[in-house]
């Protein structure tokens, strides 16, 4: 129904910058909440940020002030800004969407992005 295609990751060394992007396309009528999550290998799932429709944000400790979360609403597009990155933020991340496909339900489903590879060296 709703499918969420990311791009952006990659290798980086320590200190680098990477911007993953995240778009879904699909049965949408509107997206609530999204979010980036992270999963390094032999670790559960873990929150990175989040951004509400009107913007507002959160974020885990380990990445506020590295990482900014932003959206594009007309393009159902959410990005990861990462700054100064470090070995420990080597993981899956995984973007998320809280979205509404039945406008007389309003029932909010969350769907996942297929995950990007995120790895800093070092």
């Known amino acids: 129904q709703v499918q969420l295609v990311e791009s952006g990751g990659g290798l980086v060394q320590p200190g680098g910058s990477l911007r993953l992007s995240c778009a879904a396309s699909?049965?949408?009528?509107?997206?609530?909440?999204m979010g980036w999550y992270r999963q390094a290998t032999g670790k559960q799932r873990e929150l990175v940020a989040t951004?509400?429709?009107?913007?507002?944000?959160n974020y885990a400790g380990s990445v506020k002030g590295r990482f900014t979360i932003s959206r594009d609403n007309a393009k159902n597009t959410v990005y990861l800004q990462m700054n100064s990155l470090k070995p420990e933020d080597t993981a899956v991340y995984y973007c998320?969407?809280?979205?509404?496909?039945?406008?007389?339900?309003?029932?909010?489903?969350?769907?996942w992005g297929q995950g990007t590879q995120v790895s800093v060296s070092s």
């Open positions: 998320k969407a809280d979205v509404v496909i039945n406008v007389v339900s309003t029932r909010e489903y969350d769907y």
């Open positions: 951004i509400t429709s009107g913007g507002s944000t």
């Open positions: 699909g049965s949408i009528f509107s997206i609530n909440d």
